[in-house]
């Protein structure tokens, strides 16, 4: 792998090694040392989602990269789609500095920080996505994509991982139209703490757009709501440390910070709940039938009733 990278990536002459960091079910990434990239290439234990591939991911950034008022996002260096060089398509971008907030192994940078620190890297973390808001379209993303077709999109995934409750849940929520805010603008899609880097306590970088879409940002904060309890589910681990804002200061701060009006975000973040049953679905599905043995999955199978049972309460609550 050193040697075909050395002969096409830019500044190829001073890669001296490529250290793998992540593999999994999203995508495989390595640090090119010596020329200091990232490389990503599709996950060797297969793709669990049908979202944008590597090349598809690295379009994205590219795009993002242009758009006046966009996130931090890295550069991208090379982009390769013929499978021969490494026995898959990947590409190649900037290694920005910075470290993600785990989402339940929190570092001793994020525990030991203030109070006032803590709440000041929740608000950018809020307003960082709720700035999606703001953007036109992404000509990559394509045609907008309604709540309710991005809902059936992922019924559909969960009927496909033999979770026929899902299916039904979802019916429930089908039966009312969602609330839109607004025109269509990017969608990231998957809107937790983790998915930005942090460098001398600012964000250095948004990631991981595998389910963007241009749609409704609604169902951006709903996604992100699943942090934070809502009477149906408990607070995520590290939206419980001292400092972070409550869910009615995040709403608050999204509509601010976007423009827009969260009414209606109910019908969102059960939409975004019942992706997590989905998604969570499909990992249970992939070890109870043998299609992977990653211990990983054990955890979903396990989880895979508690996140129907929130969907339902969430869908009892909101009068669906």
């Not at 390595?30 to 990503?40: C, F, H, K, W």
């Not at 242009?66 to 550069?75: D, H, R």
């Not at 785990?102 to 709440?119: I, Y």
């Not at 839109?180 to 460098?199: A, C, E, Q, Y």
């Amino acid at each position: 792998m050193k040697e075909v990278l050395r002969g096409v990536l830019p500044g190829g002459d001073r890669i001296t090694a490529v250290v793998p960091l992540t593999t999994g079910f999203s995508n495989d990434t390595y640090l090119i040392e010596g020329a200091d990239l990232i490389l990503r290439l599709p996950p060797q234990a297969g793709a669990m989602l049908d979202g944008h591939d590597v090349i598809g991911q690295a379009r994205i950034y590219k795009e993002l990269g242009l758009v006046p008022g966009g996130p931090k996002v890295p550069g991208i260096a090379y982009i390769c789609e013929d499978p021969a060089l490494l026995g898959a398509p990947f590409f190649a971008m900037e290694r920005l500095p910075g470290e993600a907030i785990h989402d339940t192994d929190l570092q001793d940078w994020f525990t030991g920080a203030s109070d006032a620190e803590r709440g000041r890297y929740c608000r950018e973390w809020v307003s960082a996505f709720a700035g999606l808001a703001r953007l036109a379209p992404l000509p990559y993303l394509g045609d907008p994509v309604s709540p309710e077709d991005d809902a059936r999109t992922w019924q559909v995934f969960g009927k496909a991982a033999d979770c026929p409750e899902l299916v039904e849940l979802y019916d429930r929520l089908l039966g009312k139209p969602a609330p839109r805010s607004g025109p269509p603008s990017v969608v990231h899609g998957d809107t937790k703490l983790s998915n930005l880097l942090w460098h001398n306590g600012q964000i250095s970088a948004m990631l991981d757009f595998e389910m963007a879409l241009n749609g409704e940002p609604l169902a951006d904060l709903g996604y992100l709501l699943y942090a934070f309890d809502n009477g149906y589910h408990g607070t995520a681990t590290p939206q419980r440390q001292p400092g972070m804002l409550g869910r009615d200061e995040v709403i608050a701060l999204w509509c601010e910070v976007s423009g827009r009006s969260a009414e209606g975000v109910h019908w969102h973040e059960t939409a975004q709940m019942g992706k997590l049953c989905a998604i969570i679905a499909e990992g249970s599905n992939m070890y109870k039938t043998g299609r992977s043995q990653d211990p990983k999955l054990a955890i979903f199978a396990k989880s895979r009733e508690y996140y129907l049972g929130v969907m339902r309460a969430m869908l009892d609550g909101g009068g669906f």
